[in-house]
Structure formats: structure tokens, C-alpha cells
């Protein structure tokens, strides 16, 4: 398990010297650094938690970079991936890109090019956990709603009127209203301005189907 | 007519016959002295008969003393005659003896005349005759003349030297000669002794020396008669050898004839040439013509003339019978080739006398030769025949355009001069050991054969040799073909290949180039990355020196792993010269560079490579980079064949084992396979399965593997794919000294 939950950059080469030099580039930059020879290594040691970003190669044995970045994908990891990789390979890097990649670098990788990509990298993903987080409890909330509450929640963040509402659900205007100031109070907001964006970062965008969405992101 | 005067008479007849007949035989063989000796003898015997008869019919002192003074002389005559007849017909008798005799008797008779009576008597003083024999004969009474004794001498050393003669000849074994001649003469000079003892009136008979000389005389003439007739017989027989001899002269000039081979003798003293009939036709000689030294030497080709007249003096002088061959001119022009073989007779003073001999007419054998110089002359092949002692003996046109030597330059002279120096000790063993088993044969099999020019200049050539029996020994005929043009036919050929070979290595690592330069990419990762750390903690207060050192150390590092890529890189790309790269070669170490090359390349294809690599492989002369190229090509044919494979299944397998003397390296995989039928095609030029190749790769793969003697083959493998393999000789020597400059 990784010492501390500061930021690390998580460099996968299987040449030793490269491993070791760009380790130490990193290192120089005052980042923390934890390498590994194979995507395998990494796999092993792998904790969602730690923050930080992954310095990847491209062509490797057994498993490649682009293989990693797939596993990890499919893993829901939101580590960034910067990739280095020798000349040529315009196929790979167009596929890596495609399938999220931060960014991608030829070796040899300039300092100036590397350190900026890999700071920005690890903002991302701090900005991302951050985002992460709040989600996270946004949805907390959201599950806290009775399913009758968050059909009324659903509808207001679609702009309706209680009376529209009440229309649409078959039940009393008052009765959409007692729904409504629940919700409000479950949700902890002052106004239905702040419920919709509640609602947009959870995915859910005014009525268009009445089944209820859980926030997929968040079911890491 | 008493007996004694019959007697004494007969005896003088019978001396005086022999006198005749041997002074008529001697008359007509002048230089047998012999002849005359016995007659001179036999008158002497004769005249002694007669003056003894006339002693004794003596009627006077007077008478009787005149008669013993002059006896003396026919005495003198015989005794000397006796004693050159011993020595000339005898060969006996010592010389000095001989002379004693002779000058004893000379002065016998000088003394004899000096006397007033005699040698034998001072004075005789009275006649007392008595009867004997029928008749009265006088016998002196007188002194005895002590000078006498000196007559007696020389009748005791006459003794000596007939005994000594005698014992001379019998001992030769000429028995005969010696108990008739030797035998009478001894009888002769004992009974010689009766004169003495009658003048010293020991006894008292009449004087009978006649009969003791002419027995003598007789016993000699007896021997020469036997000379005369034995001769005779020798005459005879003489003459019918001759008469054989001349047959078979006959018989041989018809079989001379028949061989075109005259017979020829020269008188030199008359400087008369007899030659055979069939030679005067030959040489345009009329039957009756008289030929002379001059004549004969008229036909001989006037360039030839010098060199006869050289042998026919060096012949005449030492006797040598060396053979010439030389050129007669006949009447009609016609230029023919004659041997001459001759034999000189000398006489006693070593003059030559007699010269004879052989002709033969050689026109045909010479034709036949002229006709096989030109052939052989004519002939692209140049030919030089050796004798056992390695001496050249013949040589052909093509030799000389060949060697820039002349004709005269190269016969009788050792072949080894036209060795290069390095090689010569070598082929003096070889040519000897060729002596011991000559058996038709290229030459220095398996080595490359050089010729050395007249200028030091070197030629590439081909040998083969024959041995050719001949009545002079053993010879090796030696046919050399000029092989510069195919050498450099050879080298162009050599030199096409490698372009070719090259050409498919560039091709070969532009289908790796990504990789390869993947390959370059890491280190200079490294090296960057390390530096730029490096820059940025020295831009620190507080510095990490050792940190500092450890990056420097790995940036070292890292720019020598970039330099041996390159440098691998390089050795492929580059072009060098051909067949000029021979090194100990370890074929895992070739596999592996290559390994190192295409590392990139097969993790990007997600081709798996096993290795099952012999320990401890001897090591292969070889081209290191055309061996890589070879491992290269058999791993990128393998990768293709797997492209389209199941990513699990892209499996590799590079083995290396030691198999009868060579090493065998295979490559396995797992692709396509090959059908049966194409195992064999793959190899062929522009044969090829792949969309973009060019079919070079494998047929450059064999002829490589050709290049070095081994084998390349391709087998199907039990369940899927193909395996490639090729197999290298480890005794396998390269001629390094291939290319001369």
C-alpha cells in the first residue's frame, strides 16, 4: 500500500533506466514517485485511493499501455494517463487519446513538456476526486428522497408547475406541495435554482422517464 | 766316302735347305726378323759342318790352325742369332745376360784374330790322326790358350740364359715351345762343352758342334713351321669369316635399307666415304660416285653445317658417339631430317683412322613433332612438361604469352621459377610427393593456385597434371588455365550478391525501422530525463552531490547502450566489402544481437520468443553480419507468418544444438505452416506469400548459407507452422587470400 495519501505519480516502464531517470525528473520537481516495471507490478498494487496520475509506456511486454488503460477504464479508475512512447506509433496515440488519455508525449520527453503535463495531470485529479466527493454526497442525499419525493424532484428540476405536477402524478397540488418542501429540506437547498444544479451534477436533467436513476458514477 | 764326311755333309745340306727356305719366307714377310734369325742361324750351323769336316781331313798344322781361327766367325754368328731369336721369338731371356753373351763373343773373336794361332790353342803343334768311324781324322795336339776360359764363359752364361729363357716360357704355359726349343738349346750349349774338354785333352774325339747347333736349328725351324702353318690355317679361316663378314655386311645394309638406315664408313687417311646404296639415293648420290668429306658435307643444310662440323671434330678427337640431327638439302630441294650416330677408330698412336656410322632418316619423326608443336603451340591451354629433377622440358606458346618468358628462359630450368616465392618450399614437397603417386590429377585441390610472371606479377591459375610415361622416366605434363577473367567474373559475381544481400538488409531493418528506433528512443530517454533531474536538483541550495554522481553514471551508462545500437545498426546497414568480414563466429551470440534488434518489434507484434541455446557451441569462421542477416530474416518470416494468429499463440522458439561437426540453428513458429510442395520453393528467388515482399529474403538467406558451405532447410511442424533451419560446417576454413589486389 502506498505510505501516504499525498499525490504520487505512478511511473510503468519496463526499461530500468528509463524507469529510474524520469523517476528522478519527477523526483526533482518535488513529486512523489512509485514505479513499477510491468502493468501487471502496478495491477497488484493498485489502490483507488491514492491520488496522483500515471506516467505510462506505450509498448511493453505482456500487457501494454494501452491494454492498462482498458483494465483501468473498465476498473472506473480516474487516474490520468500520460503516455510516452517512442516515434511513430500515431495509430496507438490516436487510440489512446480516444480512450481518455491526458496526454501523450514522444520520448525522449522534454522536462518542460513532462512536469507541466503531470502537475496538470494531478490537479485533474484532485479537481476530479473533489468533484468526486461532493457527488458523492449529493447522492447521499438524493438517496435519502421516498420515490414519490423524487419523482416531484424530477419534475420541478424540469421547470414544471405544482400544478403540472400534481397533473402528471395524479395527486393534489397540496399534496405536491408537502412533496416539495420535503425534498428541499432532504436536499438542503434554499431554492429550486440550486436544486437543478444539485441535480445536473447528479445526472439528473428534468423528467424525461420516470424511472428512477442511480448516480452510476458514484457506484465505484 | 766314309760315314762321317755323309754325315757331316747332310748335316751342312740339311742347315743350308732350312737357310733358303726361311730367307724366302722371310724375304716375303720382311717385318718377321724371326725368319731371317733361323736362316742366319742355319748357314752359321752349315758353314760350322763344313769347317769341322775340313778339320778333320786336315793335313797340315798349318792347315788345321787356320781352320780353327776362322771357325770362330759362323760361332759368333749362330751364338748371337741363337740369343736375339730367343728374346724376339721366346719373349724370354734376360737382357743383360743377352747383351754379356753377345759382347763376351764379340770380343771372343776379336781376341781370337789378335792371337797368332788362336782363342783355343796358343800353338798347335802337331796333328794326330787316328781312325774313327770308318775314316782317318786329324785332332790337334797343341797348348791350350787360357784366354780360351772367356770362350768357355760365354758357352756357361749361353747355358744360363737358354735354362733361364726356358723356365720363362714354361712357366708362360706355353709348355711345348719350351720343351722343344728351350730343350734343344740347352742340349745344344751342354753338349757345346765337349770343344772345351777336347782342347783341354780331357777326352778325344773329333769336334761334332755342328750337330749340337743344327738340332738347335732344326727344334726352331720345327716351331716356326708350326707358326707358318698355323697361320696358314688362320688364313683360311680368315677368309671364310670374311666371306661371312662381308654377308652379313650385306644382310645388314638390306635391313638397314629397310629401316631407312645407312651405313657409312670413312677412311680418313684417304678421306674415302663408302656409303650404303640406298643413302646415295637418299641423299641424291649417284651408285658410282666417289664421295669425300667435302662432298657429304656440301648437302647439309648450310645452317646446320657448323653444329656437324663441331661434332665430327669433337668426335674425331675424343671418340664421342653423341648423335646430331641435323638437315640435308637435296638436288630437288627437298630439306630432310637426318640422325648421324658415329664410331672412330684410332690406330696405336691414338690417330684417328676410321670413322663409321649410322644415318637415319628422322624427316617423318620431326614432321610429327613439328606438327605436335604447332598443335600443342596452337592450343588455349598452356602446357609445360617436367622431368623427375623438376627441370622443365617443354613448353607451348601459350606458356610464354602466360609467364612473359621466352622459350630459351624456361627449358632445363627448375618450375619452381614460376612459383610465387611463398609457395615455392611447398611445392617442392608436393612435386616430389607427386613423384611417389603421379596419377592424373587437378592440382593443389581445394587451394587457390597462383603463377608468377617474368615481371614478379601474380596470376590466378588452374593446374592438371598427367603423368607420361616415356623412355627417358617419369614426366608430368602440367596443363595451366589463366583463371584471372572467371576470378574476376567470380568477385563481380561475388560483389552482385552482396549488393544484393545488403539491398535485402536494408530492406529487412526498414521493416524493423520503428522499433529500431524505439530501440534508440530508450536510452535517450534515460539520458534526457536523467540530465534535466540533474539540472533541477543542482538548481537547488542544498545539493545531493551523490545524486548528482549516480545520474552522471547512469547518463554514461545510457549513451554506451545508445552507441552499441547503433553500432549494431550500423554493421547491418553498412555495405563493406565481400567474403572480407571472416571472424570466429558464436551463432547464440548472433542470435541474440538480433534478439536485442527486434526486441521492439515483437513485443509490438506480441510475438513470445523462446530460446533453447546449446552451451558451449564452437565457434564458425564466418560473416557475422551476413549470419545476423540470415537470423534476422528466418525471425521477421516467423513474426509474419504469426500475424494472423491468435495474440496467445504468437509463439517464437529459437534452438541451437551441435550436430555431426556443425551447428544447426533452428527457428520454430507458429503461424501458417507451409504446404509440402512449397518447402522446397520458399528458397527460390521472388517466390514469396507476403503482399509487399519481394521473394529475396529466403534466396538470399541460401545463398549465404551457400557461401558458407552449409545447408538451409525448411521442415513442417507437427501441429501448426514451419521451422526454418540451417546448419554450418564448424571445420569450415574460408580462403581468406581470396582477392589479390
Keep these: 500500500m502506498l505510505p501516504h495519501p499525498s499525490p504520487t505519480v505512478f511511473v510503468i516502464d519496463d526499461d530500468a533506466a528509463v524507469r529510474k531517470a524520469v523517476s528522478r525528473l519527477l523526483r526533482s520537481a518535488g513529486l512523489a514517485v512509485a514505479v513499477f516495471a510491468s502493468p501487471r507490478e502496478f495491477l497488484a498494487q493498485y489502490d483507488p485511493d491514492m491520488p496522483g496520475c500515471l506516467v505510462l509506456d506505450l509498448a511493453m511486454p505482456d500487457i501494454n499501455g494501452l491494454q492498462l488503460q482498458t483494465t483501468l477504464g473498465k476498473k472506473g479508475c480516474t487516474l490520468p494517463i500520460i503516455f510516452l512512447t517512442g516515434h511513430g506509433d500515431v495509430s496507438k496515440s490516436v487510440q489512446a487519446m480516444k480512450h481518455g488519455a491526458f496526454d501523450f508525449f514522444s520520448k525522449p520527453v522534454k522536462e518542460k513538456d513532462l512536469l507541466p503535463a503531470v502537475r496538470a495531470a494531478i490537479e485533474r485529479d484532485a479537481v476530479a476526486r473533489r468533484e468526486q466527493a461532493k457527488r458523492s454526497e449529493i447522492c447521499a442525499r438524493l438517496d435519502t428522497l421516498t420515490p414519490r419525493e423524487r419523482e416531484v424532484l424530477e419534475h420541478v428540476v424540469a421547470g414544471k408547475l405544482n400544478k403540472q405536477i400534481a397533473s402528471d402524478l395524479g395527486i393534489t397540488e397540496a399534496t405536491v406541495k408537502m412533496h416539495r418542501a420535503r425534498v428541499m429540506t432532504k436536499m438542503k437547498v434554499q431554492g429550486v435554482a440550486d436544486l437543478v444544479r444539485l441535480a445536473e451534477v447528479c445526472g439528473i436533467r428534468g423528467i424525461v422517464t420516470s424511472t428512477p436513476q442511480l448516480c452510476h458514477l458514484c457506484s465505484v | ?741
Design chain 2, 1 to 741: 766316302m766314309s760315314w762321317i764326311t755323309v754325315l757331316w755333309s747332310m748335316n751342312s745340306a740339311v742347315c743350308l735347305t732350312l737357310a733358303a727356305f726361311y730367307f724366302v719366307v722371310w724375304c716375303r714377310e720382311r717385318e718377321n726378323w724371326v725368319h731371317l734369325l733361323l736362316s742366319s742361324s742355319a748357314i752359321a750351323a752349315a758353314a760350322i759342318a763344313v769347317f769341322e769336316l775340313a778339320m778333320m781331313h786336315a793335313d797340315t798344322v798349318e792347315q788345321y790352325q787356320a781352320l780353327v781361327l776362322w771357325i770362330h766367325v759362323p760361332v759368333w754368328a749362330l751364338i748371337v742369332s741363337f740369343v736375339i731369336f730367343v728374346r724376339l721369338y721366346l719373349h724370354a731371356g734376360r737382357l743383360w745376360l743377352a747383351w754379356s753373351i753377345c759382347s763376351l763373343r764379340t770380343l771372343v773373336l776379336i781376341l781370337n784374330f789378335i792371337f797368332t794361332s788362336s782363342i783355343n790353342y796358343r800353338q798347335i803343334t802337331g796333328l794326330r790322326q787316328f781312325s774313327w768311324g770308318g775314316d782317318i781324322i786329324s785332332v790337334p795336339i797343341g797348348v791350350a790358350n787360357p784366354w780360351g776360359l772367356l770362350s768357355s764363359m760365354s758357352l756357361l752364361l749361353l747355358l744360363i740364359f737358354f735354362v733361364d729363357a726356358t723356365i720363362t716360357v714354361w712357366r708362360r704355359g706355353d709348355r711345348r715351345r719350351a720343351l722343344v726349343v728351350g730343350g734343344s738349346m740347352i742340349l745344344g750349349a751342354i753338349l757345346a762343352w765337349h770343344v772345351p774338354l777336347v782342347i783341354w785333352g780331357i777326352i778325344d774325339i773329333p769336334f761334332f758342334l755342328c750337330f749340337a747347333y743344327s738340332g738347335i736349328v732344326v727344334a726352331m725351324g720345327y716351331e716356326l713351321s708350326n707358326d707358318i702353318a698355323r697361320a696358314a690355317q688362320l688364313a683360311r679361316r680368315l677368309k671364310v669369316s670374311q666371306a661371312a663378314l662381308r654377308k652379313s655386311e650385306q644382310d645388314m645394309d638390306i635391313a638397314a635399307n629397310a629401316v631407312d638406315l645407312a651405313l657409312w664408313t670413312w677412311d680418313i687417311p684417304s678421306d674415302e666415304i663408302r656409303i650404303s646404296h640406298k643413302a646415295r639415293a637418299v641423299l641424291g648420290f649417284s651408285p658410282s660416285e666417289k664421295l669425300d668429306a667435302e662432298r657429304i658435307r656440301n648437302v647439309i643444310h648450310p645452317e646446320d653445317r657448323d653444329m656437324v662440323r663441331k661434332a665430327v671434330k669433337n668426335s674425331l678427337q675424343t671418340g664421342a658417339e653423341n648423335p646430331v640431327e641435323y638437315r640435308v638439302v637435296l638436288p630437288d630441294g627437298e630439306i630432310r631430317w637426318l640422325v648421324r650416330r658415329s664410331r672412330t677408330e684410332f690406330d696405336r698412336n691414338g690417330k684417328p683412322v676410321l670413322m663409321h656410322g649410322i644415318l637415319f632418316d628422322i624427316t617423318e619423326r620431326r614432321l610429327a613433332e613439328e606438327r605436335l608443336r604447332l598443335v600443342v603451340d596452337a592450343t588455349a591451354t598452356a602446357m609445360i612438361m617436367v622431368n623427375k629433377e623438376g627441370r622443365i622440358t617443354l613448353i607451348n606458346k601459350r606458356v610464354e604469352t602466360l609467364f612473359g618468358y621466352k622459350r630459351d628462359e624456361l627449358i632445363d630450368q627448375p618450375v619452381e621459377m614460376l612459383v610465387p616465392e611463398r609457395f615455392r618450399s611447398q611445392h617442392l614437397g608436393d612435386r616430389h610427393g607427386y613423384f611417389c603417386d603421379p596419377q592424373a590429377r587437378p592440382m593443389g585441390a581445394g587451394r587457390e593456385l597462383f603463377g608468377r610472371r617474368k615481371d614478379g606479377s601474380e596470376v590466378p591459375i588452374e593446374i592438371g597434371l598427367s603423368p607420361i610415361h616415356t623412355s627417358k622416366g617419369l614426366l608430368v605434363l602440367a596443363s595451366i588455365i589463366d583463371i584471372s577473367e572467371r576470378k574476376l567474373a567470380e568477385l563481380e559475381a561475388a560483389r552482385q550478391r552482396h549488393e544484393l544481400a545488403h539491398l535485402a538488409r536494408v530492406t529487412s531493418l526498414g521493416e524493423l525501422s520503428s522499433s529500431l528506433a524505439h530501440e534508440l528512443t530508450h536510452p535517450l530517454t534515460a539520458i534526457l530525463s536523467n540530465a534535466q533531474a540533474a539540472q533541477r536538483f543542482l538548481a537547488d541550495d542544498d545539493v545531493d552531490l551523490n545524486e548528482i554522481r549516480e545520474i552522471l553514471n547512469d547518463i554514461v551508462a545510457e549513451d554506451q547502450r545508445a552507441g552499441e545500437v547503433i553500432h549494431r545498426l550500423r554493421s547491418l546497414l553498412k555495405k563493406g566489402e565481400p567474403q572480407k568480414h571472416c571472424d570466429d563466429v558464436d551463432m547464440n551470440e548472433v542470435a541474440r544481437d538480433v534478439l536485442k534488434l527486434m526486441r521492439n518489434d515483437l513485443i509490438n507484434q506480441n510475438v513470445t520468443v523462446d530460446t533453447d541455446l546449446a552451451q558451449n557451441l564452437p565457434a564458425i569462421r564466418a560473416d557475422r553480419v551476413q549470419l545476423q542477416q540470415v537470423v534476422l530474416n528466418l525471425l521477421l518470416n516467423a513474426c509474419e507468418a504469426m500475424t494472423a494468429s491468435d495474440a496467445s499463440e504468437r509463439q517464437l522458439l529459437i534452438t541451437s544444438k551441435l550436430e555431426n561437426g556443425a551447428v544447426r540453428m533452428s527457428v520454430t513458429d507458429r503461424g501458417g505452416g507451409i504446404p509440402e510442395e512449397k518447402l522446397e520453393q520458399v528458397f527460390e528467388r521472388f517466390f514469396t506469400t507476403k503482399k509487399e515482399g519481394m521473394g529475396l529474403g529466403l534466396s538470399i538467406c541460401r545463398s549465404i548459407i551457400d557461401q558458407h558451405e552449409g545447408k538451409i532447410w525448411a521442415t513442417k511442424n507437427a501441429d501448426c507452422g514451419a521451422t526454418f533451419h540451417f546448419s554450418l560446417p564448424t571445420n569450415h576454413v574460408r580462403n581468406e587470400a581470396v582477392i589479390t589486389e
